[in-house]
């Protein structure tokens, strides 16, 4: 269980949401000047002095409020598909970065000014984050304002999804709970999905129905697959079902589904070599999974380059199971492979290498 807890920004108090605010305490100590000092009453040389240290004071302060960071955003694209995208916003304190993502998510909001073309928000314009708690089990409760109810009943599935996977992206946040103006919602206020209990990346994102799968001997698992919007490439999860056996068999599953493709979703990019297949089982040892393909794997067989999207697809789809924390991603007759930058990948790889997660 992830132990980090969230304090809510700017707000001390709120029905069972908030935790204790804490205000730091200043003090001064006065320091008696070495016995041989000179007082000095230069006034010109002392209000230079202090109009240097403002002027220093004020260009530290313009570049901290210039600071950026990257972080993950989950957005509709212009196919209906949640998808996350890379964005710099301002560099905040650590507790108070929940919230900002969350704004951040807000139609009309300040995301308006770095939303990627083709994108757009997802929670009703004028939504307001009331307040957040992260409790002991991973569940982070958000309360929101009533705006938040007025949406498209076709979007509140996205909703869910966007606000989850944007908020899981955290270490410590297993599960999202939604509140409005500080009472719990069972279910959401336009169609009804059931909450009530929460909602998590188990409950899959952009999950593809199938009528004709054995759901009694599958097992829902989210695949990654790059998508491309003119420059902008992205990565769209997409929840399918696949046939389960011992977890090495359905490791194996998972990569054979996955180098398949997602059937009719044209809007993703294939990007496996139809030859392309494991020679031998996955090996699980240690939290690393062994994946060993023949050269057909290979973007360039000859200097051993693998695709920086195939190993990405890879490894972002197969490490959001529990017991994987990295893939190693071996070809026969190649002693190691690299990237497109030639690089070589000499150790296992995670997803921290592409989507660097932090802790709230």
Known sequence: MKASRLLIPGVCASLLLLTACFQGEQSSVEIDPPENAEAVNDTASNEQTEADGAETDEENMEEEANETIARQLFLIDANGMVASQMIELPLLESREVATQVLEYLV????????????????????????????????????????????????????????????????????????????????????????????????????????????????????????????ENRYYIPVTQYVGVGEDEEMFEAIVTSLMDGPGFMANVTHVFNEEAMLVSEPALSEGVLELTFNEEILKDAEEAVIADDVMETIVRTLTIQDEIDAVEIKVENKDVIANESGEPYSEPVSADFFVPSEKL
Do not use: C
């Open 107 to 230: 139609v009309d909001g300040p995301v308006m000014d770095v939303l990627p073309n083709g994108f757009r928000a997802v929670l009703p314009a004028g939504t307001e984050i009331l307040g957040l708690n992260l409790l002991e089990d991973g569940t982070m409760v958000v309360d929101l304002s009533e705006e938040f109810e007025d949406y498209a009943a076709e979007d509140e599935v996205k909703i869910l999804e966007a606000v989850t996977h944007t908020l899981t992206q955290f270490e410590s946040v297993d599960r999202v709970q939604l509140w409005v103006n500080g009472h719990q919602l069972d279910e959401m206020p336009v169609n009804g999905t059931p909450i009530g209990k929460g909602y998590s990346e188990a409950d899959g994102i952009n999950v593809m129905q199938n009528d004709t799968i054995d759901f009694i001997n599958s097992e829902a698992v989210t695949m990654y697959y790059p998508a491309s919007d003119h």
